[in-house]
């Protein structure tokens, strides 16, 4: 299996608290993604990183990406009750067309 | 503007049986891409297609079909099902030449028993 591995696996915040999120990938990438799932929903979109950028920015959502190491990470600032959901990093291959490999996702629940 | 829409949302089957998951975007997407999610397992692709005409096997095809006669509709068949088929499956679709993040039905849960 190529899929990458989310780390952890489960966080539990407060709100107003930063979460954070890791991934690792094992293939070359053209670039990295970044997915919500809320519970029973379908995925949706948050952030794309390219393999030749090194951070990015979206709101409160910052990612990085280490292409050296195969990993990236997402941070959420000022974490809501409203980000509980699960949070999947996707990469998408660099040889012709590529589709998304998905890790296996960080599950966050954020207290009031 | 729609989106992604699967049907249908929910579906029992009996093992044996065939059915056909329904997959449209009005987005004119030329990829579209089918995946099932498992507990534990994170989202595995099935089949995709990059345009009409055009599909092809991802990771775990084994027991779906799949064609591609519109941009617009991504249907997954399931021939003979199987207890090991139960497991929620999304369909998704993303603008052509790669970059660009993918837009993900709302799911459909199937249980085979």
């Known amino acids: 299996s190529q899929q990458g591995e989310e780390d952890p696996q489960a966080l539990s915040i407060q709100e107003g608290e930063n979460a954070t999120m890791n991934c690792s990938y094992k293939t070359s990438i053209n670039n990295l993604q970044w997915y919500r799932q809320n519970s029973g929903r379908g995925l949706v979109h948050l952030i794309l990183i390219r393999s030749n950028e090194r951070e990015k920015h979206s709101g409160r959502l910052r990612v990085t990406l280490d292409t050296s190491k195969k990993s990236s990470s997402l941070l959420i600032t000022a974490s809501r009750a409203a980000d509980t959901a699960s949070y999947f990093c996707?990469?998408?291959?660099?040889?012709?067309?590529?589709?998304?490999?998905f890790g296996k996702g960080t599950m966050l629940l954020v207290s009031p | 503007n729609a989106g992604v829409t699967q049907t249908p949302k929910f579906q029992v089957l009996k093992t044996g049986q065939s059915m056909t998951l329904q997959c449209a975007q009005d987005?004119?997407?030329?990829?579209m891409s089918w995946y099932r999610q498992d507990p534990g397992m994170g989202l595995r692709l099935i089949h995709y297609?990059?345009?009409?005409?055009?599909?092809d096997q991802g990771e775990v095809p084994n027991g779906y079909n799949v064609s591609r006669s519109t941009t617009e509709d991504f249907p997954l068949r399931l021939l003979s099902a199987a207890p090991s088929q139960t497991s929620v499956y999304f369909c998704?679709?993303?603008?052509?030449?790669?970059?660009?993040?993918?837009?993900f039905g709302s799911g459909t849960r199937l249980t085979v028993v």
């Open positions: 998704a679709s993303s603008k052509q030449g790669g970059g660009y993040g993918y837009t």
């Open positions: 996707a990469n998408e291959g660099n040889s012709g067309y590529s589709t998304l490999t």
């Open positions: 297609s990059v345009g009409a005409g055009i599909t």
């Open positions: 987005m004119n997407h030329e990829y």
